[in-house]
């Protein structure tokens, strides 16, 4: 990170920076879609490659001069097509709800039917929220959870058997247990129905085997670059030849314009890193530190939507505290943990209040956190819920947040001057 660059011309940014560099290196990060990039990663964002317009694709573009561009895409694609063994990939969406956007697009006309995961029982807004272009632009039917937090097929079946969809979306925001793409695909066949996989939080783990692939189940696949594949924030969408000219039309000129290349080339640095053995063994200690923490937090009396967790990710559930996710997570603040509420099934309480709160172990497996850190982050948790009006508990419970943070420096190399 160039920070005395910008410091030279602009020291309020280069200050608010810093900020934010000392409010992550003193936090413990469980926002489940939250990551730390590679200093390569972030390198490869700050870069000339930020200079260029290059609307089109490799070898077709809009402007002159793109040869050098073209080979940094092209090699973005082989990447993650080789990571994900998929056939064609579009490395251009400037976001997972984009990539979303170009498949809604390509696939659909406005009006046609379309079942997603409800948002608040995990799903995603592009997932046909009413406040979201998917529940605007389409007629939306969705599916949820059962009473123990889980997907109940048969009640999907019975939904998409009912509605009749063009598209079915699954992938979630909020789902602590894997998802049966295959179950998912048998369901989009009986309904005559395309599938989508919006892999945006588990990409990560799919790529390495922590979590079943989609891939020869669903028509087309979309992820975020940014949470367990721990890339630049952006998006992608994957998909067979088949719809590759359909998909890329969509991207560009559907609803994009010039590609982020800069983001590009970083999203190509990114998979080399996902690529190595090394990233592998790092998704195992995300799901292995989830687990850890999910015992924890249940040994400690907490409880957890499903009960547990198969990914990187639970939902605690403070119904028996009479506690808020709203209040929890701003108290978990206090003792200098991230996290952010979240509904839990059937919830008594609006989204903007909740009655849960989600954790993720991506981040702080990737700081280097191990199994006997997680026990000791479960008992502060468990602690700051059970004494949430304790200030003097919770200053004590900070104290033991910030011995952590300092175990596990983050970007040693970066100094603040
Ligand atoms: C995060 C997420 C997205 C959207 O990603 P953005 O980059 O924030 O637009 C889409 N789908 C799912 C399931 C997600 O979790």
């Known amino acids: 990170?160039?920070?005395?660059?910008?410091?030279?011309?602009?020291?309020?940014?280069?200050?608010?920076?810093?900020?934010?560099?000392?409010?992550?290196?003193?936090?413990?990060?469980?926002?489940?879609?939250?990551?730390?990039?590679?200093?390569?990663?972030?390198?490869?964002?700050?870069?000339?490659?930020?200079?260029?317009?290059?609307?089109?694709?490799?070898?077709?573009?809009?402007?002159?001069?793109?040869?050098?561009?073209?080979?940094?895409?092209?090699?973005?694609?082989?990447?993650?097509?080789?990571?994900?063994?998929?056939?064609?990939?579009?490395?251009?969406?400037?976001?997972?709800?984009?990539?979303?956007?170009?498949?809604?697009?390509?696939?659909?006309?406005?009006?046609?039917?379309?079942?997603?995961?409800?948002?608040?029982?995990?799903?995603?807004?592009?997932?046909?929220?009413?406040?979201?272009?998917?529940?605007?632009?389409?007629?939306?039917?969705?599916?949820?959870?059962d009473n123990e937090g889980y997907i109940d097929y048969k009640e999907v079946e019975k939904i998409a058997l009912e509605h009749k969809p063009k598209l079915i979306i699954c992938g979630a925001s909020a789902y602590a247990r894997t998802i049966d793409f295959k179950k998912f695909k048998e369901i989009a066949d009986k309904a005559g129905a395309y599938l989508m996989a919006d892999i945006a939080h588990i990409a990560g783990l799919v790529a390495t085997g922590c979590h079943p692939?989609?891939?020869?189940?669903?028509?087309?696949?979309?992820?975020?670059?940014?949470?367990?594949?721990?890339?630049?924030?952006?998006?992608?969408?994957?998909?067979?030849?088949?719809?590759?000219?359909?998909?890329?039309?969509?991207?560009?000129?559907?609803?994009?314009?010039?590609?982020?290349?800069?983001?590009?080339?970083?999203?190509?640095?990114?998979?080399?890193?996902?690529?190595?053995?090394?990233?592998?063994?790092?998704?195992?200690?995300?799901?292995?530190?989830?687990?850890?923490?999910?015992?924890?937090?249940?040994?400690?009396?907490?409880?957890?939507?499903?009960?547990?967790?198969?990914?990187?990710l639970m939902i605690i559930d403070l119904r028996k505290f009479d506690k808020t996710g709203k209040d929890i997570s701003n108290i978990l603040e206090k003792v200098n943990i991230t996290a952010n509420k979240n509904t839990v099934p059937n919830d008594p309480k609006s989204p903007f209040i909740t009655s849960g709160v989600r954790l993720g172990t991506p981040a702080i497996t990737t700081r280097g956190f191990k199994e006997e850190d997680m026990k000791i982050i479960g008992e502060i948790i468990a602690e700051t819920i059970k004494n949430s009006e304790n200030e003097q508990k919770l200053a004590k419970l900070k104290e033991k947040s910030l011995e952590l943070c300092g175990k596990y420096p983050l970007y040693p190399d970066i100094v603040q001057t």
């Open 213 to 312: 692939s989609p891939i020869g189940y669903a028509d087309f696949i979309t992820t975020t670059t940014h949470k367990t594949l721990r890339g630049p924030r952006g998006g992608v969408v994957m998909c067979s030849q088949e719809h590759a000219a359909g998909i890329d039309k969509a991207v560009f000129p559907g609803i994009q314009g010039g590609p982020l290349e800069h983001i590009i080339a970083a999203k190509a640095v990114a998979f080399k890193e996902a690529l190595k053995p090394e990233f592998k063994e790092y998704s195992e200690n995300i799901v292995k530190n989830a687990k850890i923490l999910a015992q924890t937090l249940i040994a400690n009396g907490i409880d957890l939507v499903s009960g547990g967790t198969d990914n990187h």
């Open 1 to 145: 990170m160039e920070i005395e660059k910008i410091k030279e011309f602009d020291n309020e940014i280069a200050e608010l920076i810093l900020k934010e560099l000392d409010r992550q290196r003193n936090t413990i990060e469980l926002i489940a879609s939250e990551n730390f990039t590679s200093p390569a990663v972030m390198a490869a964002c700050g870069t000339v490659a930020t200079n260029k317009y290059a609307e089109g694709k490799p070898g077709k573009r809009f402007y002159n001069g793109c040869e050098i561009i073209d080979e940094i895409e092209i090699m973005a694609q082989e990447r993650i097509k080789k990571l994900f063994g998929v056939e064609h990939a579009n490395v251009q969406p400037h976001s997972g709800a984009q990539a979303n956007m170009a498949v809604l697009l390509y696939i659909l006309k406005p009006g046609d039917k379309i079942l997603g995961m409800d948002l608040s029982n995990g799903g995603h807004l592009t997932h046909g929220s009413p406040a979201n272009f998917s529940g605007i632009y389409f007629d939306v039917a969705f599916y949820g959870v």
